[in-house]
């Protein structure tokens, strides 16, 4: 008598996460010892297909499960529940220089994940899988809001949690790329925060000319937020990625309207003119532009317009002055900015002013410059416009993709950490980062 | 300032079936607070449930582990938000919760309010409030519906190439097109046919027999997706007694396996036989009928006592594939326990009974359904032809109930899995 064959099946936990959840991921019924490939794919919002896949062995009982499993090679290897995601690059043949940026927040990212026979790297379209299995990341969790902001002159979007609220907030700047970015927000609101994704380096925000924007701007996107009926006034902060850090630290030492209760800062440093506009900064910026560098597939490195840092306390931020508690978070493959060689300054002038118990730095070897919320693509270069001139480049951002993979998980459950710590725990305004 | 009130609901969207993690953080310890669900169905009726908790020394309440002193459940129960809800005081009476749409989920409003509340919830700011969406449909699950052949169904097909083992998905007595089951079951990998065959026209309903049965089953078999050597038969109530019917009377028809919730093989369709003749055995014992102290018809009685002749009853002695039997033991409805026993006597006679399994719950009710929506122990219903309302006692207790559906439901999964995946049991639990 023969023995039926067993329908191989995937199992995979929860079908629909947030964007920032790990899944369990389970193939059963294979046969035992079977070569199989597990794989991903994504068709994003913009028509381009983004893939990743593992080459796995089954056990004695005809199991694979990713949590425990080594992927013996793919895009990933190793033990790496989340590698399928994290480790995701355009397919062969798709226009160069991608990344994976959802514009639309209400709509779930839809990932496709198969499982196939046998070990293989290419050629996933006309094969038939053995089983497939569609799972949907969220950026939104269910309840949160959405909503336009124009008023007081900030163009930005503020996203609510679900609930009567008052809530802790964030003021949520992105870098020199410029425009709307909303999904970090998206997914901040859904851990209980209302968050503020403010524009701030577009020609629509200011007059036409784009880095004419002053620090006005962005104590009135503050404001917007301490005034907003739904938020505790005393409980904002401010998170910055790149051009975004330089705001917050500026903004932290010498505003007087602007009081956060702490600050994250990614990919950045506090290198520019003491109390000058964005402008100014831009300025400062590009009369260094001498130091740009290419690498060899003439891809653009701007870390050394910074550098060296300077001695000159004109020229940086008094960090010494800071009250509030920060979390640097550097990638030291970064290409980009010199966030690494920043923060070890930072670190030496706060220490001489005797306020460096506030910070805490997160150093992640082998990261890049782009350093997001966790199992989206590793960036190492994409295509960039500069903002006001519209010129168009190929930018190196840096960084390897396992290592940065895991820099993205690791430094966002700390941030997570960090500001449920003082935005929702604390009470004391100057205690230190417990992490 | 105090610290703010973190509620969080994990996995925020899930399967209908699947179980949740309720969680309070930032509370002060030792607070009294009221955890609280509260849904609007499709039909605009509000259902509630709510327990009462106590913080830690921590300021957490953690509802998978700490115990609800009182309120619409009581004890550890991690589920009991949803399972235990019932329609908000000054709701329409006879209630039953039925899931008709199934693209969009179960929206659930789940709040903390301080203090041991039982009542007043609109009118107290919750602590916080957040929300949390069941799906019937997994995503990729894609729904189909059927006309051809003179079937009336919808199928519902898991994603992937395929092909996929198969159910046939028969509902009770109440008549209409079923669906989130089969979706349920197309969620964990089956393509499941929800079979209408209960017509409200008369005219209909007389052609209507044992061959659409036959078709039905003919139709799913032929679908380019599903595996023709597959298929199970899952019935409940009436729906149960035409699987039986069609299980050991078919010529043609083989289901690899069978599974008969709260039904009773004393019911008969024969070959060549339509589901209102059927029905006029029912209707000859309708005597029998009786009512509680409410006014709610019990129709238990109805087919009692079970038969001796063998020719007044499916003969489960000639059975070739394996049977589940669910049966509730507080079931007003059928007397689904007594034909459970007969069955079993039946099967031992013929020497068939290793192919038998019988879960029987104790004070479970007729309506054993996909685990976690709310309990009906007595509700409207329509009867089918002829569009009459009365109100029935379904029997059953709110927390056993709960037990026997979510229980049933995993087994019921496993035995199918079993059967027609030739699965081994998972080592994690996807329906965690």
């Not at chain 1, 968050?195 to 629509?204: D, N, S, V």
């Amino acid at each position: 008598m023969t023995e039926k064959a067993a329908t191989p099946m995937l199992l995979l936990h929860p079908s629909r996460g947030l964007i920032d959840e790990k899944f369990c991921l389970i193939v059963q019924n294979l046969s035992q010892i079977q070569d199989i490939t597990l794989h991903a794919l994504i068709h994003s919002d913009d028509g381009d297909y983004w893939e990743a896949f593992g080459h796995y062995v089954s056990d004695a009982t005809g199991l694979v499960n990713v949590a425990n499993d080594s992927s013996l090679g793919g895009t990933y290897d190793g033990v790496e529940p989340m590698g399928l995601l994290w480790s995701m690059r355009p397919v062969p043949g798709s226009r160069i220089g991608l990344r994976l940026r959802k514009k639309e927040v209400h709509t779930p990212m839809v990932v496709h994940i198969s499982v196939y026979r046998g070990h293989m790297s290419q050629g996933f379209r006309e094969q038939v899988a053995l089983a497939s299995v569609v799972t949907e990341r969220w950026y939104m969790a269910p309840g949160v809001r959405r909503v336009d902001i124009t008023e007081g002159g900030v163009t930005g979007t503020l996203f609510l949690p679900p609930g009567p609220g008052p809530f802790p907030a964030l003021l949520d700047l992105w870098g020199g790329g410029g425009g709307l970015v909303e999904y970090r927000s998206a997914l901040l609101s859904s851990h209980g925060f209302v968050c503020l994704a403010l524009e701030y380096m577009t020609p629509r925000t200011s007059g036409g000319s784009t880095s004419h924007v002053g620090n006005e701007y962005f104590e009135a996107a503050f404001t917007v937020l301490k005034q907003h009926p739904q938020v505790c006034g005393d409980r904002i902060a401010i998170l910055g990625l790149s051009f975004g850090t330089s705001v917050a630290l500026g903004m932290a030492v010498y505003s007087t309207v602007i009081q956060p209760r702490c600050l994250v800062c990614v990919s950045g440093s506090h290198v520019q003119p003491v109390k000058g506009s964005l402008s100014d900064v831009f300025s400062e910026i590009n009369k260094n532009v001498r130091n740009t560098r290419y690498d060899e597939e003439n891809r653009v490195i701007w870390r050394d317009l910074l550098l060296p840092i300077p001695t000159d306390p004109n020229k940086k931020v008094d960090v010494g002055q800071l009250k509030c508690p920060v979390l640097m978070i550097v990638g030291e493959d970064d290409q980009n900015w010199p966030a690494t060689e920043s923060a070890e300054d930072m670190k030496q002038m706060m220490e001489k002013a005797g306020n460096s118990h506030l910070l805490t730095t997160l150093s992640y070897p082998g990261a890049g410059h782009l350093i997001e919320p966790p199992y989206s693509p590793h960036i190492r270069a994409s295509n960039f416009m500069v903002a006001g001139t519209k010129q168009k480049l190929v930018v190196l951002w840096g960084g390897e993709t396992a290592p940065h993979g895991h820099a993205q998980e690791d430094s966002w459950k700390k941030i997570l950490s960090f500001l449920e710590e003082h935005l929702y725990r604390s009470t004391d305004v100057t205690s230190p980062s417990n992490l | 300032m105090n610290s703010v009130p973190v509620l969080t609901v994990k996995p925020w969207r899930a399967l209908f079936d699947e179980k949740f993690h309720v969680v309070v953080g930032n509370l002060p310890p030792t607070q009294e607070v009221t955890l609280h669900s509260l849904h609007q169905s499709e039909d605009t009726d509000y259902w509630e449930a709510f327990g009462h908790y106590v913080s830690d020394a921590q300021g957490r309440v953690t509802v998978a582990k700490h115990e609800s002193f009182g309120g619409t459940y009581e004890g550890v129960d991690p589920m009991g938000l949803l399972a235990s809800m019932r329609p908000i005081p000054g709701s329409r009476t006879g209630l039953r919760f039925r899931i008709k749409e199934v693209h969009t989920p179960m929206v659930v409003h789940i709040s903390v309010y301080r203090g041991h509340l039982s009542q007043g919830f609109r009118e107290q700011l919750a602590l916080a409030s957040v929300v949390t969406e069941r799906w019937c449909m997994a995503p990729g699950v894609r729904r189909v519906d059927i006309t051809e052949g003179g079937v009336t169904g919808t199928l519902f097909l898991p994603p992937g190439p395929g092909p996929f083992p198969g159910v046939l998905d028969m509902w009770g007595g109440g008549g209409g097109l079923v669906e989130y089951r089969s979706a349920l079951l197309a969620s964990h990998g089956f393509a499941a046919m929800a079979l209408m065959y209960l017509f409200p026209d008369a005219q209909k309903a007389a052609t209507i027999g044992f061959h659409y049965i036959e078709n039905a089953f003919r139709l799913l078999q032929d679908h380019p997706l599903v595996a023709s050597d597959k298929i199970a038969l899952l019935g409940t109530s009436f729906g149960a007694s035409v699987a039986l019917s069609l299980a050991v009377f078919s010529e043609t028809v083989k289901p690899i396996c069978c599974v008969c919730i709260s039904g009773s093989h004393v019911l008969t369709l024969k070959a060549n036989q339509s589901i209102a003749e059927s029905f006029k055995v029912m209707k000859e014992h309708v005597h029998k009928s009786r009512m509680d102290e409410n006014n709610c018809i019990i129709w238990r009685d109805t087919l009692l006592p079970i038969p001796e002749d063998s020719d007044l009853k499916v003969d489960v002695g000639r059975i070739t594939c394996p049977l589940l039997l669910v049966v509730g033991q507080d079931d007003t409805n059928w007397a689904a326990v007594e034909s459970a026993d007969d069955m079993t006597q039946m099967m031992e006679r013929a020497g068939n009974s290793h192919l038998l399994t019988t879960l029987s719950y104790p004070g479970a009710g007729h309506l054993i359904e996909p685990p976690y929506g709310p309990h009906c122990r007595a509700c409207t219903f329509v009867l089918q032809p002829g569009q009459q309302r009365v109100v029935v006692l379904w029997g059953g207790l709110t927390k056993p109930h709960a037990v026997a559906q979510e229980d049933s439901w995993e087994k019921i999964l496993d035995f199918l899995q079993e059967h027609l995946c030739h699965s081994v049991k998972p080592h994690v639990q996807s329906r965690l």
